[in-house]
């Protein structure tokens, strides 16, 4: 993603292109009318997206004050009276509390920093303001040195940060526990025609100033460690020189690579991933951007919701027509089953009856024709067979009587299939007489007993029971008998009952 | 407020009422069609139903239709056929040449069968029968027919077959008397209503 990012080194303006976290291009405009104008149609042509402008200019001013601990409106009072009494009325100001004294009334030790007197960046200012770029914030770059401590890994208490910045000047920020006390820029180029020579005199009349101004006595300048960012290659010539001045021997160089060769780039870089969006920027400016933030939010809301507004309705219309599409065959499908069903169901309507109850019917009816085999002339007939071989035996009556599996109100149901099975088909009771062995008792019983063995064999009958033999021989039995006359042979009536096998 | 703020609220505040209306428009249509939808599927589902039911119902139909025609014929799913019983007993009786025949048939009563679902309703008619036979041989003969003749269900109930005394060897002589109890039993369906 492309960002821009503007840095104003107190004569020219220049757009820094930024593509993740890297500056790719620099555009510089000077402070012609020429140059306001070609940075208006750049910025307008290309910048959307809200700006931080990063200023490095020699009107940009440093003051610690101490004032008493205050809150709420009477903080806000104090401070903008302060603003003023050091800025006038600029409206680039800033007031920051660092720290609280730690004895005595626990006052406040603020740094006030604001830009005065510049008019290049007022004009810069109204130009912006006029092109409607949303200025995100206005950073100050000795500011945003705090950020580079870190980032160079600068643990020191007391560091005099040394930077060449564009513009043949260069930058001296003291910060004491990673906080700007002072920050000034100097030109090169006047008194020593020497770079080298000429920075190094600087920082000897910058150490000069702080000892003198910034309350440094003699021990805590041994303290004093600076920094110098190498984006020229001439640290180690410096530290060099340096090396024979008291107390200036310690200058630790902080070489930078080769594209960030300029200290301009170094400081967009740090403020694109410090996070660091503003220090300056005034409330009409912070206002345009809060704007200009809710207008995209909410254009972009109201582009989201229509678009998922639509997607919603072309997956509802799909369905929709995935449905409509659906109907015509689903009523022939209905149609089809309608026809089918009564083609099918003719003949049940007809007899309007259920298939459940034919198929019970015929099952029931079968059943019972089954059962209903069972016929006294089969008994008959069996009988009949045997009696032709118990030439002696003439049947008298028989009574028949079908055993059905079951009766209207006297038959028990039986679960158990077994048990079924061995009910009785039928059972008979058969009297009948000898026409020999009358008037012999061992003869006719053995006569008879011939006949029950043979009859129990027979593969129908299920049981031969003996009711009344030809003669009654048990001890408790009243026994006669007499020779030669009819009333003998009546006696050798007997009576057996046979219970018929279910076939 | 800006220009550029205005213009965003308005636009965004169309662009609300627009996705409103698009999706209260689509909605309702959708729901419309979606209800007539699953009407047509629920009617669809029905009719399936009920043709695979009918087509089970005259499956099992078409496997017993031709045995239950068959107990239609003989009078035994239906109404009995008394008529017949007494043609068939009466050509029984000149062909076995029974000299004494005495029968009554008693009126039709419910009869309840353990097994038979409610939707069938069983009836029952006793039939007496007294008959004088010239040998046990007849009644033999004349069983056997009369059960592959007869037009019914019929269930022997009981039969007792009593020799004369005197046996006669005459063609009107009643040497074996026959008494005998039947039963015939019917059944009727259950007439029902069929959705079509």
């Known amino acids: ?503 | 407020m800006s220009a550029s703020l205005k213009k965003s609220v308005m636009l965004s505040l169309s662009l609300l009422v627009f996705s409103v209306l698009l999706l209260a428009f689509s909605w309702y249509q959708f729901t419309q069609m979606s209800q007539r939808h699953n009407e047509a599927k629920t009617q669809k589902q029905d009719a399936q139903m009920r043709y695979f039911r009918a087509s089970s119902d005259a499956q099992l139909f078409d496997e017993y239709k031709e045995r239950f025609n068959v107990l239609q014929q003989k009078n035994i799913i239906g109404q009995e056929n008394r008529l017949s019983w007494a043609e068939t007993l009466h050509d029984l009786e000149l062909k076995y040449g029974i000299n004494r025949l005495d029968t009554n048939i008693s009126p039709k009563q419910p009869y309840v069968h353990a097994d038979s679902p409610p939707s069938l309703r069983w009836y029952a008619s006793q039939q007496n029968v007294r008959m004088g036979l010239l040998h046990e041989g007849d009644f033999i003969a004349l069983m056997t027919k009369w059960s592959q003749q007869a037009s019914g269900l019929m269930n022997v109930s009981s039969c007792k077959l009593t020799r004369a005394e005197e046996i006669t060897m005459s063609a009107q002589a009643n040497n074996v008397l026959v008494d005998c109890q039947l039963k015939w039993l019917s059944l009727e369906l259950e007439q029902r209503e069929v959705v079509q």
């Open chain 1, 1 to 503: 993603m492309i960002r821009y990012t503007l840095y104003f080194d107190g004569e020219h303006m220049v757009v820094m292109t930024l593509k993740e976290g890297r500056v790719v291009h620099k555009d510089t405009f000077v402070s012609s009318e020429e140059g306001k104008q070609a940075f208006s149609f750049f910025v307008m042509e290309k910048v959307e997206a809200p700006v931080i402008l990063l200023v490095d200019c020699i009107a940009e001013d440093f003051y610690l004050s101490t004032v008493p601990h205050v809150r709420g409106n009477d903080r806000k009072a104090l401070h903008q009276r302060l603003q003023r009494k050091y800025f006038g009325d600029s409206e680039l100001v800033s007031t920051r509390i660092q720290a609280r004294q730690k004895d005595e009334r626990r006052d406040d030790q603020l740094l006030i920093s604001g830009v005065n007197g510049s008019p290049l960046l007022d004009d810069w200012m109204l130009v912006i303001e006029q092109t409607g770029i949303p200025l995100q914030g206005v950073v100050s770059l000795p500011l945003l040195g705090e950020d580079a401590l870190p980032d160079l890994n600068i643990m020191d208490d007391l560091v005099l940060l040394i930077s060449p910045q564009p513009n043949a000047t260069v930058r001296h920020s003291l910060y004491v526990d990673g906080q700007l006390k002072v920050s000034r820029l100097s030109s090169l180029g006047t008194v020593v025609e020497d770079d080298v020579e000429q920075i190094s005199h600087d920082i000897e009349k910058t150490v000069l100033f702080l000892e003198g101004h910034a309350g440094l006595d003699n021990r805590k300048t041994k303290q004093l460690k600076l920094h110098y960012l190498d984006v020229n290659g001439v640290g180690e010539t410096i530290k060099q020189r340096l090396s024979k001045t008291p107390n200036l021997s310690q200058l630790i160089v902080h070489p930078m690579l080769m594209k960030q060769a300029d200290a301009a780039i170094y400081f967009t870089e740090l403020l694109a991933s410090s996070g660091t969006t503003n220090h300056y920027a005034q409330s009409k400016h912070r206002k345009h951007y809060k704007q200009n933030r809710l207008a995209l939010g909410l254009k972009w809301a109201g582009i989201t919701m229509a678009c998922a507004s639509v997607v919603a309705s072309i997956l509802l219309w799909h369905q929709y027509f995935t449905y409509q599409q659906a109907l015509p065959q689903l009523a022939k499908d209905t149609e089809s089953y309608l026809q089918k069903y009564n083609q099918r169901t003719g003949e049940l309507y007809a007899l309007k009856v259920e298939a459940s109850d034919v198929q019970q019917s015929v099952d029931l009816v079968e059943a019972l024709q089954q059962e209903f085999k069972t016929q006294p002339q089969d008994f008959l007939l069996q009988l009949s067979q045997v009696l032709k071989i118990f030439e002696y035996v003439e049947v008298k009556t028989v009574d028949w009587h079908f055993v059905p599996k079951q009766t209207n109100d006297e038959f028990e149901l039986e679960d158990d299939d077994r048990i079924q099975r061995s009910l009785p088909a039928y059972r008979a009771e058969v009297t009948a007489a000898l026409t020999q062995y009358s008037d012999d008792p061992r003869q006719a019983l053995d006569y008879v007993n011939r006949l029950f063995n043979v009859l129990r064999k027979q593969p129908n009958f299920q049981t031969v029971t003996p009711i009344k033999m030809p003669f009654d021989l048990s001890s408790d039995a009243e026994f006669t008998m007499s020779n030669g006359t009819e009333q003998t042979q009546n006696k050798a009536v007997f009576r057996f009952s046979v219970i018929g096998r279910r076939r």
